[in-house]
């Protein structure tokens, strides 16, 4: 197995300690499909990258969400973007992963997955079908930590993003 570019602990306030290994890859299919929880994208609409605001949680994000059941990798990744952002997938690719592990064995390990995608607006956004996202914005990537800091790992997602997005 690949050796993680990154590994973070954090602590969770349902499980306590989560360990996160961050890996850059090209495919997800060497993956356990059943444990991939999440698709979400660097998103960019021509140089700006899109952000979420999940009004829940009153924090910014990168636009995606939950795999559902029956769907393909691509039509989450699709559907989530058109559901947080109004905007339409032109054109994606893999960045890297998260597999999340709960030391303690209360969760089993799970796969959260990274994409770059270039986007354009089916109009302008009105709000998610969920509620959950109540604002977007688009940002010069240089400034994604004003909005929230993922750590070493978002700075490997967005550095890679950006450089996918400079080779454009």
Request: proline residues 5%; hydrophobic residues 30%; glycine residues 6%.
């Amino acid at each position: 197995m690949n050796t993680p570019l990154i590994t973070e602990e954090y602590d969770d306030p349902s499980s306590g300690k989560l360990i996160f290994e961050y890996y850059e890859c090209d495919s997800y299919d060497h993956l356990p499909q059943d444990q991939i929880t999440q698709c979400y994208a660097v998103a960019f609409h021509k140089d700006k990258m899109v952000i979420v605001r999940q009004g829940t949680k009153d924090t910014w994000g990168l636009v995606g969400g939950s795999v559902e059941k029956g769907e393909t990798l691509e039509q989450t990744l699709r559907r989530e973007i058109q559901e947080e952002s109004n905007m339409k997938v032109l054109s994606y690719k893999p960045l890297g992963y998260q597999k999340v592990i709960d030391p303690s064995g209360v969760q089993k390990t799970i796969y959260q997955l990274r994409y770059f995608a270039i986007v354009e607006p089916f109009g302008p956004f009105v709000s998610d079908p969920t509620g959950s996202v109540n604002k977007i914005a688009e940002i010069d990537p240089a400034d994604y930590k004003k909005y929230f800091d993922w750590k070493k790992i978002g700075d490997a997602i967005v550095n890679r993003a950006v450089e996918f997005k400079n080779l454009k």
